[in-house]
């Protein structure tokens, strides 16, 4: 009896340090991006760390014939499995050395402690309370350091506008609606003040349909998708840049716009770009989009981004098996969109569509041809946005126009978050140069705002999108919404501005 106990008292001291050793990286990059990742993000790497563990728990286990030592062994090679990919970065930054011959000298390391264990035998139970205890602490550590942003993520959830009580009843013909939202979609201010661009050409084609154009539309309440899009979506000001990201996501589960149709019988479609969106109840119309979540950041870390046939199981088990994580999701929701107005319904349908085009990566020059690797990113250039643009506007029309002469009685209103943000990409991506935040924001709020309501010429010149949408749906619909200030006196954080 006493030799088991003995036996479970190594056991758990070997478990226990193994498993913290793994939860610690999962826990540490949760918490330091609370607010913004979901805790069972971390479960993916958790599952997969806790799987190698325990492959070198099994082997260990075989080659020392004792739980101590393997449990310690296992540790030592998890931090190595955990952290390579962060340690050879930062090694060949300072002494350009290969990952390669990195990995041999600490697999030389690894295998010298093995030695020395085999050879002096001793009871490494000690140390594996001490590392379980280390990394114990410090997993609770990082969540009470956490605990206000969580805490404050969950108490704002429910901020927000009396919007979201109103429901009116959607008089008249029960016409479908296509919202289309681009991000990053300058308006003719915006694209003449950084690229030089002129968008007439695409603008007066949308005016022939019957499209109302505004040329100066101000979303003026953020420079950020996350504050914009679920404000658009909400048709008012529930988010501001003080609230935490998670906490501003929480308003795209169930926005106004998409509550107040489906009261009125209608179905929802969604063309989800990188689920960005996480409503309920809605019909999807895109496929193989997945959001980015701090798995990317673990394995980033870890050995197995240093790995290739690795990290491509891995990376199809997180989505991101598609070039620069942009291109096959954005190809899809494109498909979707050309064929969004055949998409199958016993009831009128809202359309909503959210894609990531033109903002960044840059996958297409203005012909349509792929866009090589090293530019994708590339703000220093002033051709691969406008490039980008006249490419989109090449995919919109024909849609557009299929839905103008096949549908026409739909209500179609097309818009962006913002324009396109050069200076903020400059400091943000090459660290500078640092601009006058108060001037460079009004341009870069600068977005896209176009109505189409059958037989109707709408006023919608400097509207916000907000704004312009309530005039399309008291037209179409008579839902009598009011219209809203829009919010006066938003700057770019100082982190931008050249005059700190």
């Not at 918490?31 to 979901?38: F, I, L, P, S, Y």
């Not at 540790?75 to 190595?80: E, F, K, N, T, V």
């Not at 203005?366 to 980008?388: H, I």
Request: charged share 20%; glycine share 6%.
């Amino acid at each position: 009896m006493q030799k088991l106990q003995s036996l479970g008292k190594h056991l758990a001291a070997a478990l226990a340090a193994v498993f913290l050793t793994c939860l610690f990286p999962c826990v540490f990059i949760y918490t330091q991006n609370a607010g913004e990742a979901r805790a069972k993000d971390m479960l993916v790497f958790l599952g997969i760390f806790c799987a190698v563990a325990l492959a070198g728990m099994v082997l260990s286990g075989i080659l020392f014939r004792n739980l101590s030592r393997a449990g310690f062994v296992t540790c030592l090679g998890m931090l190595i499995v955990i952290n390579f990919g962060m340690l050879s970065d930062a090694v060949f930054d300072a002494v350009s050395l290969r990952p390669t011959y990195l990995l041999v000298i600490l697999c030389a390391l690894l295998a010298l402690i093995c030695i020395l264990l085999l050879w002096k035998k001793p009871d490494m139970t000690i140390p594996c309370v001490l590392i379980a205890i280390a990394f114990g602490a410090l997993c609770l550590m990082n969540f009470f350091m956490a605990v206000p942003t969580l805490l404050s993520s969950a108490g704002s959830v429910h901020e927000g506008s009396d919007i979201t009580e109103e429901m009116p009843v959607l008089s008249g013909e029960k016409r479908n609606v296509y919202y289309l939202l681009f991000d990053e979609y300058g308006g003719d201010i915006n694209l003449d003040h950084y690229f030089g661009y002129d968008n007439s050409e695409f603008l007066s084609a949308l005016q022939d349909m019957g499209f109302s154009v505004s040329h100066s539309t101000f979303n003026t309440e953020s420079c950020w998708t996350d504050t914009l899009i679920p404000n658009l979506l909400n048709l008012d000001y529930v988010c501001d840049d003080s609230m935490t990201e998670l906490a501003r996501r929480e308003y795209l589960t169930e926005p106004y716009l998409f509550r107040l149709f489906r009261a009125n019988g209608y179905q929802v479609n969604l063309i989800n770009h990188r689920a960005f969106l996480h409503p309920e109840g809605t019909t999807e119309l895109s496929s193989g989009q997945r959001e980015d979540n701090i798995s990317e950041y673990l394995l980033e870390r870890s050995i197995f981004n240093k790995i290739d046939p690795i990290r491509e199981k891995i990376n199809v088990l997180l989505w991101r098996n598609y070039r620069d994580q942009y291109e096959e999701p954005l190809n899809n929701c494109f498909e979707a969109l050309s064929s969004c107005r055949t998409a199958a319904a016993d009831q009128p349908t809202l359309t909503v569509s959210y894609i990531q085009c033109p903002h960044a990566p840059f996958l297409y020059d203005a012909e349509g041809n792929v866009t090589e690797t090293a530019d994708r990113w590339n703000w220093k250039s002033g051709n691969f946005y406008p490039d980008q643009l006249t490419w989109l506007n090449d995919q919109l029309l024909p849609v557009l126009t299929d839905i103008r002469e096949n549908d026409p009685e739909a209500v179609i209103i097309l818009l962006s978050d913002h324009g396109a943000r050069v200076p903020l990409h400059m400091v943000e991506q090459y660290g500078g140069p640092r601009f006058d935040a108060e001037t460079e924001t009004y341009y870069m709020q600068n977005a896209l705002c176009c109505v189409y309501v059958p037989d109707e010429s709408l006023e919608i010149e400097g509207d916000t999108g907000i704004n312009a949408t309530r005039k399309a749906l008291n037209s179409a619909f008579d839902t009598g919404l009011p219209l809203l200030d829009a919010p006066e006196g938003y700057v770019l954080s100082d982190i931008f501005n050249a005059k700190e």
